[in-house]
């Protein structure tokens, strides 16, 4: 069992940068490798990028890539996701879950559905 909880959530305006982070506990929780998705209203989940227990590998979605980077402490059982260049679409809420593996390039993020989920954090940009 693995217990994530999101934070660093909030309200930003249109190109600036926010951080967030998941705090992972439980057993082994840093053998797991840790995604970050958000929500939309009225919209489907967006996988955004997933990095492998050891930091070593990385996929970024391209809506995302050259604006958020994934990042992992495994000494703090932490992993950050960095937001630059913030745009009104960006609204959601962003949630970090765990598996044991990330898919295999990031192609198939859309089919990346962790077992375990923290419980979300509201990110608003506004315009």
């Known amino acids: 069992q693995v217990q994530l909880v999101e934070s660093g959530g909030g309200l930003v305006q249109a190109g600036g940068s926010l951080r967030l982070s998941c705090a992972a506990s439980?057993?082994?929780?840093?053998?797991?490798?840790i995604g970050w998705f958000r929500q939309a209203p009225g919209k489907e989940r967006e996988a955004l990028a997933c990095i492998s227990s050891s930091g070593g590998s990385l996929n970024v979605a391209d809506s995302v890539k050259g604006r958020f980077t994934i990042s992992r402490d495994n000494t703090n059982h932490m992993a950050t996701l960095m937001m630059n260049n913030l745009k009104a679409e960006d609204t959601a809420v962003y949630y970090c879950?765990?598996?044991?593996?990330?898919?295999?390039?990031?192609?198939?993020?859309?089919?990346?559905?962790?077992?375990?989920w923290g419980q979300g954090t509201q990110v608003t940009v506004s315009s």
């Open positions: 879950g765990a598996e044991s593996m990330c898919p295999t390039g990031a192609y198939y993020l859309s089919t990346f559905d962790p077992l375990f």
């Open positions: 439980g057993r082994s929780s840093s053998t797991y490798a």
